[in-house]
Nanobody, 123 residues
Framework: QVQLTESGGRSVQTGDSLRLSCAASGRIFSSHFMGWFRQVRGKEREFVAGIRWGVGNTYYSDSVKGRFIISRMTSSNTVDLQMNNLKPEDTAVHYC????????????????WGQGTQVTVSS
């Protein structure tokens, strides 16, 4: 099992940038997939971005493509989400997660989750 800890969430204005970070304790293997999800109260947790730990291939939801960048640092076991040109609809609790079986877009397929970090974007 891997423990995940997110940080970096806060309140910002429309158009601002924010960088979220996820620190993982424990071993992450090259076949694993790391994802960032977000959830608004009363709605399902939705996929935002993901990265293959070994080769670094990245994947994004249509709503954030071109604005967000996911990256990982294998030496420090961290996964970052650079969020640019933020919009009010990006307001949500953002979670980091690990899937031992590779690429997946559904939250139900992920094995380990962080506690989440709140991002609030005001207009």
């Amino acid at each position: 099992q891997v423990q995940l800890t997110e940080s970096g969430g806060r309140s910002v204005q429309t158009g601002d940038s924010l960088r979220l970070s996820c620190a993982a304790s424990g071993r992450i293997f090259s076949s694993h997939f790391m994802g960032w999800f977000r959830q608004v109260r009363g709605k399902e947790r939705e996929f935002v971005a993901g990265i293959r730990w070994g080769v670094g291939n990245t994947y994004y939801s249509d709503s954030v493509k071109g604005r967000f960048i996911i990256s990982r640092m294998t030496s420090s076991n961290t996964v970052d989400l650079q969020m640019n040109n933020l919009k009010p609809e990006d307001t949500a609790v953002h979670y980091c997660a690990r899937n031992r079986n590779g690429l997946a877009y559904s939250a139900s397929e992920y094995d380990d989750w962080g506690q989440g970090t709140q991002v609030t974007v005001s207009s």
